[in-house]
């Protein structure tokens, strides 16, 4: 069981934090959690530079801003989540910093970002503050699909991929994808992805695949069996994050369950492939 009682939504009021508000009613129709809005609002100094306006004038202006976005958020999708358990607040410092530090001090099971946006969520890479959350926060991030032509409401939630290097993030991966599968009721498959040998007419290299997959196949049946799925399972060889997105695309999954690696070491809590898949996954993903 994955306890899910608080959801925490960063929102810059753009498409794509009301698509992330569409996903967490969806999930809150099924595990009831309380789901907090969380407006920040970056120092004034970050968005106006270097500025004449004296020091008085300078403050009520930023009271205004924070009255007016506190209004604004008030009125948010208000009848899409109407019934649920809804918090709003918002708050002023770095967006990424804040938005990790809420959900360490609230012990938030989720955070749910868009990885597009305007004003503090800038249209590269992932977005500035997307990233620094995905590589900071210690619970799983929920991130929607990174392609500009994504639809911005969410299907039907009837099949969800988990994809695993084997290491020792697997499980908790897993284990989110299992309960995200149960809680939809929808069907789950495990991926994992081998490293690919060059093309050559060598039975040695033959015997190294089929080596290298029963072994892969070993290590999965044995991970199901730790965690209690009972997920279809999918073998691929290639690079990791065109195979996982590639896969992602061929069996229409609604989401994607990767890990993020562990926290020790120079690459911090988020790998290059996970980089890679949030970029190019045609469906959200649940970084763990």
């Known amino acids: 069981m994955v306890p899910l009682a608080r959801i925490l939504l960063p929102v810059d009021f753009s498409e794509r934090s009301v698509g992330a508000v ?5 999930l809150a129709q099924r595990c009831s959690p309380e789901i907090i809005l969380l407006h ?18 300078l403050g009520d202006l930023y009271r205004a801003q924070l009255e007016s976005l506190a209004a604004e958020l008030d009125q948010f999708q208000q ?6 358990n809804v ?37 590269f890479l992932l977005g500035s503050i997307t990233a620094k959350v995905l590589h900071d926060a210690e619970c799983p991030v929920w991130t ?15 099949h969800v991929l988990c994809a695993v290097d084997l290491g020792p993030q697997s499980e908790r991966a897993l284990k989110w994808a299992d309960w995200l599968s149960r809680t939809f009721e929808a069907r789950l498959t495990l991926l994992h992805v081998t490293p690919t040998c060059a093309q050559t007419q060598d039975h ?61 070491g120079g690459f911090g809590r988020l790998r290059t492939n996970a980089y890679a898949i949030i970029r ?6 649940v970084s763990v």
């Open 204 to 264: 040695a290299d033959d015997a190294w695949r089929a080596k290298l997959r029963a072994t892969a196949e070993q290590a999965l049946a044995a991970l199901q069996a730790k965690v209690g799925s009972q997920a279809d399972v999918m073998l691929q060889a290639g690079d990791p994050a065109k195979a996982i997105c590639a896969a992602s695309s061929q069996t229409r999954a609604c989401a994607l369950v990767i890990a993020r690696g562990s926290a020790a």
């Open 40 to 57: 920040v609002l970056a120092p004034m100094q970050y968005r106006l530079g270097d500025t004449e306006m004296g020091g008085v004038m």
């Open 22 to 26: 569409h996903w967490a009613q969806r």
């Open 87 to 123: 918090r709003r607040l918002v708050i002023d410092g770095d967006p990424a910093f804040r938005i990790v530090e809420f959900a360490h001090q609230e012990r938030v099971d989720l955070i749910m970002m868009p990885t597009h946006g305007h004003g503090p969520f800038r249209r």
């Open 144 to 158: 929607g699909v990174h392609i500009a032509e994504a639809a911005t409401r969410p299907v039907e939630l009837s």
């Open 280 to 285: 190019q996954s045609p469906c959200p993903v």
């Open 79 to 84: 009848a899409e989540l109407a019934g649920c």
